[in-house]
């Protein structure tokens, strides 16, 4: 122990300069939602625990992806894969080669941790997110028991905490037990997991992701020590993870969507402005492939991903194999079709009928008044994806906390 660091904290600076505005707490800023709220604080460790095949690792991913894509560093300790999976996959998220090669260190220890090796490692280089991949196979590794409140301190003094001292967004990636009604709140082993993290998620798998099926899960938030995450949590849901394959499984594109910007029946809220950018992108450049629409495009990369994907399965663009490219040309121009007005319409018997439907949110079903054989949810729908045509962001905003007021208020 540094015997240098039992001494007061001079708080003067620090008390001027959270009052001026210049200091703030953690805030965080990787792992993005499609609404820009960040997931991940810079400079702390989080917990992501889920069963098997939940996608845990695309969630990971997506947040090294969205990080090396922008020219930051990451650092990526993969105690249960390859690096040919990671690779892998980071392509399929339509990662540039010369990024991973450039801004990704990824380790795969077989031996257990020296603090020489550690050192070499984070003072290679300034990493702005770091991922653990398989906590328990780490602890082992390290001849720990993750069942033990002392080697679970041990852990995280010995590896995360020295990694998120350096500034890094530490994510560890754990399982859960198999019992769901013994698992609480933290991932398999002791409590004290959960204690030492500033934030933690967990995954629950709606549909199982593969490279042939889209994917949905829930990421619950389970911890939040600084409260700038819960905040945008609705039942404890901080995102819908939608996890798209296209290209016959060659891409994927991973979103974490709000959970209120989701329709009752499942279906996702769509970038309709972002399919009109890369509809009259393909127009003026014919044969374009999924690269040179991420270049060109402006937007968030998994969203292009999901309004080229909307656009050739709408018939929008048609994509054609030409050696070993995809290249996409234009069938028609993109026109958001108008939704149905739906006018409440009575009964013979002079009420409304009740309809029942199932919500990915909540996991169960709810009931509803129906109009002209439609539920309320479906005019719900029309709505959210009228406000996500909107050019203005600040209209689109102040649009989407009106909706969000009157289906509270009744």
Same mark, same amino acid.
């Given at each position: 122990?540094?015997?240098?660091?039992?001494?007061?904290?001079?708080?003067?600076?620090?008390?001027?300069?959270?009052?001026?505005?210049?200091?703030?707490?953690?805030?965080?800023?990787?792992?993005?939602?499609?609404?820009?709220?960040?997931?991940?604080?810079?400079?702390?460790?989080?917990?992501?625990?889920?069963?098997?095949?939940?996608?845990?690792?695309?969630?990971?991913?997506?947040?090294?992806?969205?990080?090396?894509?922008?020219?930051?560093?990451?650092?990526?300790?993969?105690?249960?894969?390859?690096?040919?999976?990671?690779?892998?996959?980071?392509?399929?998220?339509?990662?540039?080669?010369?990024?991973?090669?450039?801004?990704?260190?990824?380790?795969?220890?077989?031996?257990?941790?020296?603090?020489?090796?550690?050192?070499?490692?984070?003072?290679?280089?300034?990493?702005?997110?770091?991922?653990?991949?398989?906590?328990?196979?780490?602890?082992?590794?390290?001849?720990?028991?993750?069942?033990?409140? #002392?080697?679970?301190?041990?852990?995280?003094?010995?590896?995360?905490?020295?990694?998120?001292?350096?500034?890094?967004? #530490?994510?560890?990636?754990?399982?859960?037990?198999?019992?769901?009604?013994?698992?609480?709140?933290?991932?398999?082993?002791?409590?004290?997991?959960?204690?030492?993290?500033?934030?933690?998620?967990?995954?629950?798998?709606?549909?199982?992701?593969?490279?042939?099926?889209?994917?949905?899960?829930?990421?619950?938030?389970?911890?939040?020590?600084?409260?700038?995450?819960?905040?945008?949590?609705?039942?404890?849901?901080?995102?819908?993870?939608?996890?798209?394959?296209?290209?016959?499984?060659?891409?994927?594109?991973?979103?974490?969507?709000?959970?209120?910007?989701?329709?009752?029946?499942?279906?996702?809220?769509?970038?309709?402005?972002?399919?009109?950018?890369?509809?009259?992108?393909?127009?003026?450049?014919?044969?374009? #492939?999924?690269?040179?629409?991420?270049?060109?495009?402006?937007?968030?990369?998994?969203?292009?991903?999901?309004?080229?994907?909307?656009?050739?399965?709408?018939?929008?663009?048609?994509?054609?194999?030409?050696?070993?490219?995809?290249?996409?040309?234009?069938?028609?121009?993109?026109?958001?079709?108008?939704?149905?007005?739906?006018?409440? #319409?009575?009964?013979?018997?002079?009420?409304?009928?009740?309809?029942?439907?199932?919500?990915?949110?909540?996991?169960?079903?709810?009931?509803?008044?129906?109009?002209?054989?439609?539920?309320?949810?479906?005019?719900?729908?029309?709505?959210?994806?009228?406000?996500?045509?909107?050019?203005?962001?600040?209209?689109?905003?102040?649009?989407?906390?009106?909706?969000?007021?009157?289906?509270?208020?009744?």
């Amino acid at each position: 122990m540094n015997p240098s660091t039992w001494k007061r904290v001079d708080l003067g600076a620090i008390v001027a300069g959270v009052q001026s505005g210049e200091i703030v707490g953690p805030v965080p800023t990787l792992l993005s939602r499609s609404d820009g709220a960040a997931l991940l604080y810079g400079g702390e460790i989080h917990s992501l625990a889920g069963e098997p095949e939940s996608g845990k690792s695309w969630i990971a991913l997506a947040a090294v992806a969205a990080c090396v894509r922008d020219g930051g560093e990451a650092l990526y300790l993969d105690f249960e894969a390859a690096p040919e999976s990671i690779v892998e996959r980071l392509i399929a998220l339509g990662v540039e080669a010369d990024a991973i090669v450039d801004h990704l260190v990824y380790v795969r220890p077989s031996e257990s941790l020296t603090a020489d090796a550690l050192a070499r490692l984070l003072d290679d280089r300034s990493y702005d997110v770091a991922v653990i991949d398989g906590v328990s196979e780490a602890f082992m590794l390290l001849g720990l028991d993750p069942y033990s409140t #002392t080697d679970s301190a041990k852990f995280q003094a010995a590896l995360p905490r020295p990694i998120a001292d350096r500034g890094a967004a #530490t994510l560890e990636l754990d399982h859960v037990t198999k019992s769901s009604e013994q698992r609480g709140r933290w991932a398999i082993g002791s409590g004290h997991k959960l204690a030492a993290v500033a934030a933690a998620f967990s995954t629950e798998t709606v549909r199982a992701p593969s490279r042939t099926h889209d994917g949905l899960v829930k990421l619950r938030v389970e911890k939040d020590r600084h409260g700038r995450v819960r905040s945008h949590a609705s039942g404890g849901v901080v995102a819908l993870v939608r996890i798209v394959p296209s290209d016959e499984g060659e891409r994927v594109s991973v979103v974490l969507e709000p959970p209120d910007a989701i329709a009752s029946d499942g279906e996702a809220f769509r970038p309709t402005e972002l399919m009109r950018k890369v509809s009259s992108f393909v127009e003026t450049a014919p044969g374009a #492939t999924g690269n040179e629409v991420r270049r060109s495009v402006p937007g968030k990369t998994d969203a292009k991903d999901l309004a080229l994907r909307l656009l050739v399965e709408e018939g929008y663009v048609e994509r054609r194999k030409v050696g070993r490219a995809n290249r996409h040309y234009l069938e028609k121009p993109f026109e958001e079709e108008p939704r149905p007005n739906h006018d409440s #319409t009575a009964t013979g018997r002079g009420e409304r009928a009740t309809a029942t439907h199932d919500s990915p949110l909540k996991g169960e079903s709810r009931s509803g008044h129906a109009r002209n054989g439609h539920s309320r949810d479906r005019d719900l729908q029309g709505v959210v994806r009228a406000i996500g045509a909107l050019e203005d962001p600040d209209l689109q905003e102040q649009t989407w906390g009106l909706l969000k007021a009157g289906v509270s208020g009744g």
